[in-house]
């Protein structure tokens, strides 16, 4: 948990000019990671595009719109599906440890258990450092960026969203469709603050 929050932390940094010297590699893996996620969307609005063209424009509006937040909780859950898998990975290493001397003489089962703990320990340290921290330093600078947008009121997905819904739809009242677009917008940060904060499970 300690390297989600240092990346979620060094991620804000990065965002708000304190630590400058990162700003271009972090906003250019946020683009990237987003990019990505909207070629996906992209694709797959294509296919629909073809048999049901309303609603793959409805859908191609909604995930433009949606998409940073997507990200964001894609990136914090792949997170802290690392650190599941980091403490999976140095526990099974630890009980080769353990098993080892039950199994072999004591010289080589000291040896191979020293083996497993330092093995353990660089894997649970360089998970952490090398692949949790920057996943969520990324995602915390994609969830600043986008929140300073969305506060600013000129999200240019929102105002083509609302446009294309009210074109779409017999409700012309753009208010009913800012607002949702503006739901559909959060919900993604919302979820990925949640799945940050939420406490490991024993």
Avoid at 68 to 77: D, E, K, Q
Wanted: hydrophobic fraction near 60%; proline fraction near 3%; glycine fraction near 10%.
């Amino acid at each position: 948990m300690i390297f989600v929050l240092l990346g979620i932390a060094l991620g804000v940094a990065v965002s708000l000019g304190y630590i400058p010297v990162a700003a271009h590699a972090v906003d250019a893996a946020t683009n990237a990671a987003v990019s990505f996620g909207q070629r996906l969307a992209t694709s797959g609005v294509q296919h629909l595009s073809a048999h049901h063209p309303t609603l793959a424009s409805a859908l191609g509006v909604t995930l433009g719109v949606a998409m940073p937040g997507l990200v964001c909780l894609a990136l914090i859950s792949a997170a802290k599906f690392g650190l599941v898998i980091r403490r999976s990975a140095s526990g099974l290493l630890l009980l080769a440890g353990i098993a080892a001397h039950f199994f072999l003489p004591a010289g080589q089962a000291f040896l191979i258990s020293a083996g497993c703990v330092t093995l353990a320990a660089l894997l649970f340290f360089a998970t952490g450092a090398l692949v949790v921290a920057p996943l969520s330093a990324v995602a915390a600078a994609l969830a600043v960026g986008s929140v300073r947008v969305l506060l600013s009121g000129k999200n240019a997905a929102i105002e083509s969203g609302v446009k294309t819904f009210a074109q779409l739809s017999h409700v012309a009242d753009p208010r009913v469709w800012r607002i949702a677009l503006i739901v559909v917008a959060w919900a993604g940060f919302v979820g990925a603050a949640a799945v940050a904060l939420k406490p490991r499970s024993k």
